[in-house]
């Protein structure tokens, strides 16, 4: 679970790095050190030295990373779409909201956008 989390907070930030992902993960740093070491070891992880601090490593996925996060996504997306089709939209606003709220309680500094979010019902099938 813990590496999955790791593979999730890297393919959706930019360039994180180690001390980044430990602290808002709250992982020890050895734990999550061995974690990046077996990305790496699997091709999964380049590494990309940082240009403001040469002692720091920016973290992105390889497409062999990216292939093997996708379907861990996609699963994580069918789940919640199943969980918000149980909802009247309005639940489902009420619910975007509240979980908006949580955010900027969690994170009030973060300049994160909000959720691309429109019920169920209204959107087009693709």
């Known amino acids: 679970m813990t590496q ?4 999730y907070e890297i393919a959706r930030r930019r360039h994180p790095t180690a001390a980044d992902l430990g602290r ?5 740093p050895g ?4 974690i990046l070491r077996r990305f790496s070891a699997r091709g999964l992880l380049h590494r990309i030295p940082s240009q403001a601090d040469r002692r720091e490593q920016l973290l992105a996925l390889t497409p ?4 093997a996060f996708a379907p861990l996504d996609a699963r994580s997306h069918r789940e919640v779409a199943a969980m918000l089709r149980r909802m009247l939209p309005a639940a ?11 955010e900027a309680l969690l994170e009030p500094r973060a300049s ?8 169920l019902e ?3 099938p693709r």
Do not use: C, K, N, W
């Open 24 to 28: 808002d993960l709250d992982l020890d």
């Open 122 to 124: 209204q959107r087009s």
């Open 92 to 102: 489902q606003a009420r619910l975007v909201g509240a979980m908006r709220t949580i």
């Open 64 to 67: 062999r990373g990216r292939a």
């Open 4 to 7: 999955a989390r790791v593979l």
């Open 31 to 34: 734990y999550l050190s061995r």
């Open 112 to 119: 994160v956008s909000p959720p691309a979010f429109e019920p």
